[in-house]
T-cell receptor, first 112, second 113 residues
Framework: GQQLNQSPQSMFIQEGEDVSMNCTSSSIFNTWLWYKQEPGEGPVLLIALYKAGELTSNGRLTAQFGITRKDSFLNISASIPSDVGIYFCAGHDAGNNRKLIWGLGTSLGVNP | EAQVTQNPRYLITVTGKKLTVTCSQNMNHEYMSWYRQDPGLGLRQIYYSMNVEVTDKGDVPEGYKVSRKEKRNFPLILESPSPNQTSLYFC????????????FGQGTRLTVV
């Protein structure tokens, strides 16, 4: 099935640093969603984006829906140890809105 | 509390022994789906349902069955489990089929020996 290109695959940073990750698609998307998964748990929605150019924040997290509608990024500012987890992007392809398309995730480690 | 509940959380079974993983949501969501998660492969959709009695195959439906007799429940059935179905399974629901975020259950870790 179709998949999103999510990068980086993994990253390990120092507490207090800012983090940026992104997702790209080969086709136009109508929604972009960012999830976080902690060990042993299901993915939890962080931010949902529904319009091209939209910039939305959730605490220290900020995500944007790219103008081309083919990409999105997620930034985490001033990282803390509890930010550790796997971050997934997902979205609805404009040509097929019946299911979510997923990235493979970015694994984030934070060194206290 | 709004939630998606899966049972069991952990299951070890033998090859060929039929099993059912239950999923229930209390948000009156129309859309429900099942995913499996494997290392390096991310989340892959198995089946989804857009409403009661409406189900369709996802990306990896082989070896699985589902049913949607009630809006709140969407069980996943493995008629004859095999070791390659050892995985972490998630049920998810969303308000409508399009453009709405999915809420996930806590997962079921299945081991088939």
């Amino acid at each position: 099935g179709q998949q999103l290109n999510q990068s980086p695959q993994s990253m390990f940073i120092q507490e207090g640093e800012d983090v940026s990750m992104n997702c790209t698609s080969s086709s136009i998307f109508n929604t972009w969603l960012w999830y976080k998964q902690e060990p042993g748990e299901g993915p939890v929605l962080l931010i949902a984006l529904y319009k091209a150019g939209e910039l939305t924040s959730n605490g220290r997290l900020t995500a944007q829906f790219g103008i081309t509608r083919k990409d999105s990024f997620l930034n985490i500012s001033a990282s803390i140890p509890s930010d550790v987890g796997i971050y997934f992007c997902a979205g609805h392809d404009a040509g097929n809105n019946r299911k979510l398309i997923w990235g493979l995730g970015t694994s984030l480690g934070v060194n206290p | 509390e709004a939630q998606v509940t899966q049972n069991p959380r952990y299951l070890i079974t033998v090859t060929g022994k039929k099993l059912t993983v239950t999923c229930s949501q209390n948000m009156n969501h129309e859309y429900m789906s099942w995913y499996r998660q494997d290392p390096g492969l991310g989340l892959r959709q198995i089946y989804y349902s857009m409403n009661v009695e409406v189900t369709d195959k996802g990306d990896v439906p082989e070896g699985y069955k589902v049913s949607r007799k009630e809006k709140r429940n969407f069980p996943l059935i493995l008629e004859s489990p095999s070791p390659n179905q050892t995985s972490l399974y998630f049920c998810a629901s969303s308000l409508g089929g399009s453009y709405t975020e999915a809420f996930f259950g806590q997962g079921t870790r299945l081991t088939v020996v």
